[in-house]
């Protein structure tokens, strides 16, 4: 009997099983309470759902897996807490790569991404981001980045395969991108009862339970079984064809096909996607225009997070730095770089250093808004 086959047998998950090798501290299941709930109101998409976040506890934890106690009623972590801190020896990583052509046979750049499993989560998107085509849609003085893949899949696939994944393998999740194709493989195929149809419909059967609960908190992944049918409407609606799942039987892997004549991509300017047979235009000229708009527009053109941060000063009068990553719904480091971009539109101005520096409205500028 395989390893993992014993512990479905068993009615568990290679994920929440205890750690008595690993001490844990108070102090240390504070840390990462206070670190999960940073990640969910950073990934909150709206002001409701940051301020429904509530905080992780003790007891929270213990609940989910991430923590057991023993006949002693000692608390241990399990491999959960584990992967997700990052410490206590297992390794993991997601690797990513971009590749010439439609084979593994020329690297044009690779990426290995180690620690938190939500670290690790938001590297391999971002990753993604950089390396596939982006359009644009313009409304009034505001600008949306569109890429040529639906963004929220990306990181739902992603996401699923670190929540799915064998960690009892010696491997390792792999993201790749070919020119026709991003490819997702995780180490392990389904588990029993779990079909490719069924999984179409929405059903699933998650192999590590304990990170699920911890993703689901994290605004990481909506809901258990949604992601797929999703997947495949926002595929539709791209213009794309339907994504591609294979059962290796020791790893499963989702291809999303891209449109393969770069020459032809476009975006359509309401917002969706739409496929070269659809919209013959390209969309170097969709660029090509959007960055006329934006030299008319003087720099004064903006996107949602920077409206958001824009709109909170008014109110406010200044914002530091954590409180422009909460209105964004992005890390602080993420937040720092909108600022920066801000104040060189002419939009806001900063004031203060290091730990002091807020930013203010630039009541010089000739801005719109």
């Known amino acids: 009997m ?6 479905e047998c068993d009615a568990r998950s290679f994920d929440s099983v205890i750690r008595r090798d690993v001490e844990v501290t108070d102090e240390d299941i504070k840390n990462l309470c206070e670190q999960m709930k940073e990640v969910a109101i950073a990934n909150s998409k709206s002001n409701l759902q ?59 750049d690779r990426r290995n991404y180690e620690g938190p499993l939500w670290e690790q989560v938001d590297e391999a998107v971002q990753f993604v981001l950089r390396n596939i085509r982006m359009g644009c849609r313009l409304e009034g003085i505001y600008r949306q980045d569109i890429y040529e893949l639906p963004p929220d899949s990306i990181r739902e696939l992603i996401v699923n395969a670190v929540m799915n994944c064998s960690y009892i393998q010696a491997s390792n999740i792999q993201v790749a991108i070919y020119d026709d194709r991003l490819e997702i493989t995780s180490p392990g195929g389904l588990l029993p009862g779990v079909t490719i149809d069924l999984m179409k419909e929405g059903f699933s059967k998650i192999r590590n339970r304990s990170l699920a609960n911890a993703f689901v908190y994290m605004n990481l992944v909506e809901a258990w079984g949604s992601g797929i049918p999703k997947l ?63 030299e008319n527009a003087d720099k004064v053109l903006i ?34 770089e909108i600022l920066s971009k801000m104040v060189k539109k002419g939009l806001l101005k900063k004031c203060g250093a290091s730990r002091s520096t807020v930013y203010l409205l630039n009541t010089e500028s000739d801005s719109l808004l």
């Not at 495949?232 to 290796?248: H, N, S, V």
């Not at 449109?259 to 235009?281: H, L, T």
Request: glycine residues 6%.
């Open 2 to 7: 395989s390893r993992e086959l014993y512990y």
């Open 50 to 108: 940051r301020s429904s976040v509530k905080d992780v506890t003790k007891n929270v934890l213990l609940s989910w897996g991430i923590l057991k106690k023993d006949e002693n009623e000692k608390i241990y972590p399990t491999n959960a807490y584990v992967y997700l801190t990052g410490q206590g020896g297992l390794r993991s990583m997601i690797q990513c790569a971009v590749f010439k052509g439609t084979t593994r046979t020329v690297f044009l």
């Open 232 to 294: 495949m409407q926002a595929m539709q609606e791209y213009g794309l064809r339907e994504p591609e799942f294979i059962d290796m039987e020791v790893a499963f892997r989702i291809n999303l096909y891209r449109d393969q004549n770069e020459a032809d991509y476009n975006f359509d300017m309401n917002g969706i996607g739409k496929s070269a047979d659809k919209v013959p235009e390209s969309a170097d000229k969709v660029l090509e225009s959007a960055d006329k708009v934006l």
């Open 303 to 336: 996107n949602v997070q920077e409206k958001n941060i824009y709109d909170y000063i008014q109110k406010n009068n200044s914002i530091t730095t954590a409180q422009a990553a909460e209105c964004a719904g992005v890390k602080q480091r993420r937040a720092r």
